[in-house]
């Protein structure tokens, strides 16, 4: 497999993708189909850097190899999605380059630990099918506070002047211990609000993400920060931009996670209401077992 890395540079986009289920990747729904849509929207991308909900360790660190792993990092699942390998190869000069742009911030180089998991690539299946774009993760440090998260995002933002596409993967509102079977394609009346208040306030000033911890139900779309924290890097950039932050997809699956999606400088108009609900949860374990 060869990979064109000599195009001209072009200023992209970035994203803030709710991923939910990884079983989405086999799937054809609204959300699926908003994904692929964004990413035939787009230039082609020197290479694509991620934030995902489930590179969450006690250090920053970003991919360094050439040839980044598949992680199948969930349980409970039907073979067929552990057999899904998204081959994209690594670009370990990018690793460099976010070390340097986010100084004085450390930033390691992981060469052979990490790789791609389920949280970038169950939705890259969609967005860039072939596989042929360098991918690159970086890590969520839970050792850090919001404010941290949300300053690493902004000073990421000269890297999408030399064409790289950047993407938070995670969920605005994830709470597995309150799943509902009986809700694939609908949310809790917390969910929603808290849904829409981030909404606002992404639409707003993106920057003041980091306030939501006052809202009243932030303990209940929250209860842990992992899905939460990649917003922050979206927002971090939205707030060092001078585009809108504009909706790609919304709607909530299970009662309790949102499948909101948000870009930033991207032409690709919002999905339409209607079916098409997100893939379903697996019975077969506990699903606070799974690590969706």
Not at 173 to 194: I, K, T
Request: net charge negative; hydrophobic share 40%; charged share 20%.
């Amino acid at each position: 497999m060869t990979t064109d890395t000599t195009t001209t540079p072009t200023r992209m986009p970035a994203a803030f993708i709710g991923h939910g289920n990884p079983m989405n990747a086999l799937q054809t729904n609204r959300y699926t189909q908003a994904w692929r849509r964004f990413g035939e929207s787009l230039p082609r991308p020197r290479a694509i850097l991620v934030v995902s909900a489930h590179w969450y360790t006690n250090a920053t660190a970003v991919t360094a190899m050439p040839r980044p792993r598949t992680i199948h990092d969930f349980f409970g699942f039907p073979q067929e999605l552990f057999d899904v390998e998204y081959a994209a190869p690594g670009l370990p000069e990018l690793s460099d380059q976010v070390a340097d742009v986010v100084k004085p911030a450390w930033v390691g180089r992981d060469v052979d630990s990490w790789g791609i998991d389920h949280g970038t690539w169950s939705v890259l299946v969609h967005a860039f099918p072939d596989a042929s774009i360098p991918v690159v993760q970086l890590s969520i440090n839970a050792e850090k506070g919001m404010d941290y998260h949300l300053e690493l995002g902004r000073k990421l933002a000269p890297l999408r002047d030399d064409g790289v596409l950047i993407l938070g993967s995670g969920n605005i509102v994830h709470n597995l211990g309150a799943v509902d079977f009986r809700q694939p394609d609908a949310g809790y009346d917390w969910a929603y609000h808290f849904d829409d208040r981030a909404r606002e306030v992404l639409f707003d000033d993106p920057t003041a993400v980091t306030g939501l911890d006052a809202d009243r139900y932030f303990d209940y779309a929250v209860p842990t920060p992992d899905h939460f924290l990649p917003l922050l890097y979206f927002a971090g950039l939205a707030g060092n931009a001078d585009q809108p932050v504009d909706l790609l997809v919304d709607g909530h699956a299970a009662g309790s996670i949102s499948m909101a999606s948000y870009t930033l400088g991207a032409d690709c108009a919002a999905a339409d209401e209607g079916s098409g609900q997100s893939a379903p949860l697996p019975e077969s374990v506990p699903i606070d077992q799974t690590n969706l």
